[in-house]
């Protein structure tokens, strides 16, 4: 592998799919809709050849079930709960954690996390949120020779 490849990692910032109310269920797993939509948008990441090394989600249920189905209809073989990706944790730690891989990544997390971690890539501000996350939403940022990073593209249910 040449030290260009070795930079030129993929992430791919995935927003969890819809969940049920919490007072339907405290635990506030995938709905029907929350599953559909994102087998649905799955699928079309299967006809865009989308490669992730590794799945890395969030503790929390729905982060958890979203990642599974990515998993299977992906084949991904890895995948695992990580640290640091709750809603209101600190993506730069994310970044951080990025900066020691040469894979291509799959994060499953929650809003406000993956808005914020859009806005270190691509400004490296967390509050500028240049990217909008509905629910099942992939965004596929590219890390180029140097250590910037580029949005390549985003995929929500809507457009498929």
């Not at 249920?61 to 809603?87: H, M, S, W, Y």
């Not at 951080?96 to 996390?113: G, R």
Request: proline share 6%.
């Amino acid at each position: 592998m040449s030290a260009v490849e070795k930079k030129c990692t993929k992430l791919y910032l995935v927003r969890h799919g819809a969940a049920v109310p919490e007072t339907e269920n405290p635990e506030k797993p995938l709905s029907d809709v929350g599953k559909y939509e994102t087998i649905k948008v799955a699928e079309s990441l299967c006809g865009f050849m989308v490669l992730p090394d590794e799945i890395w989600h969030s503790a929390k249920l729905r982060a958890r079930q979203t990642a599974g189905i990515l998993k299977d209809l992906l084949r991904v073989r890895k995948c695992f709960e990580k640290e640091n990706l709750l809603p209101g944790d600190d993506p730069g730690k994310l970044i951080t954690d990025l900066a020691k891989t040469s894979k291509n990544i799959m994060v499953v997390s929650h809003i406000p996390f993956v808005e914020k971690a859009a806005g270190l890539l691509l400004g490296g501000k967390e509050e500028l949120k240049p990217v909008s996350f509905d629910t099942s939403s992939v965004a596929c940022f590219k890390r180029g020779d140097g250590k910037e990073w580029s949005l390549e593209w985003l995929i929500t249910p809507g457009v498929i």
